[in-house]
């Protein structure tokens, strides 16, 4: 009886071993959908000019300071992410955020169709035809317009751009206040405060329609503090330049947009 039940346990560590084997080979095969997915944001985010800060896919991420690195957080081993910051608030802006989000599910779905299209039924291998079909899946399924917390899919924010949702709107607020920053710096330290004054106020008027966040209070905190600090040179004289400075330090800290 004890060679028997030890037959048993072995061959019961062999089905967990090959189970765990076959979710390995299940993760690769998502690791690789996902980069595709990701470098169809990446490439359409360098195309259009924007400024990428992080490029994730599962557990490997890159980052604009340190490099590359592995990240272990939950959920993000399960999930892929590239993040990038628009060059200018001009009037091609959405259209410019709608290539980066259409990018990603763009690239999965024509990588499937690329093999399954012109390739023979009868030769073409099993596993290869499945990642292909996975990968137009995984395209079609992030164009669905869905929303779990702070998590949007593509098509959320593909339709957010398309009709001037918050979100979108929260993008340009943010686009138009970096791009205002070095001049808003350069007025403090010429002491031109009543441009500073106005050029603040003319910022500040979108962000009364926005639902606010983290990136959203930094911003609206840093052009608040440069409008007092006007405010306060206009009627008692000019402050010293290094008080002027600090309104404008947390810009970097609100740029990152993801897709």
């Known amino acids: 009886m004890e060679h028997i039940s030890g037959n048993f346990k072995f061959a019961d560590l062999l089905n967990v071993l090959r189970f ?24 359409a985010g360098r195309a259009c000019g924007f400024k990428i800060l992080e490029f994730r896919v599962g557990i490997f991420r890159w980052e604009e300071a340190p490099g590359w690195g592995l990240t272990w957080k939950w959920p993000e081993p399960f999930s892929g992410a590239v993040k990038g ?53 995984m395209g079609l399924l992030n164009l669905l317009p869905m929303r779990k917390g702070k998590r949007k ?17 929260r993008v340009r607020f943010a686009v138009t206040f970096l791009d205002s920053a070095t001049t808003i710096r350069d007025l403090m330290h010429t002491e031109k405060w009543n441009e500073v004054k106005t ?7 979108p962000s009364r329609n926005l639902t606010q966040d983290e990136g959203t209070d930094k911003i609206v905190s840093s052009l608040t503090a440069a409008l007092e600090l006007a405010h306060r040179n206009l009627t008692i004289g000019p402050a010293a330049l290094e008080a002027a400075l600090l309104p404008c330090e947390p810009v970097q800290q609100a740029s990152a947009i993801t897709g």
């Not at 990603?104 to 292909?132: E, Q």
């Not at 899919?153 to 709107?169: M, W, Y």
């Not at 050029?199 to 008027?205: D, N, V, Y």
């Open 199 to 205: 050029l603040c106020e003319k910022l500040l008027a």
């Open 20 to 43: 765990m084997k076959n979710l390995i080979f299940v993760y690769i095969g998502y690791l690789l959908l996902a980069s595709i997915h990701e470098a169809g944001h990446y490439l």
């Open 153 to 169: 899919s593509d098509g959320f924010q593909i339709v957010d751009a398309i009709f001037g949702g918050q979100n979108f709107r």
């Open 85 to 137: 910051v628009p060059n200018k608030p001009d009037r091609w802006l959405r259209f410019r955020f709608l290539l980066f989000i259409l990018a990603g599910p763009a690239f999965n779905i024509l990588a499937g169709v690329a093999v399954l299209g012109p390739t023979d039924r009868s030769t073409l291998n099993g596993t290869l035809a499945l990642l292909s079909m996975a990968s137009i899946l």
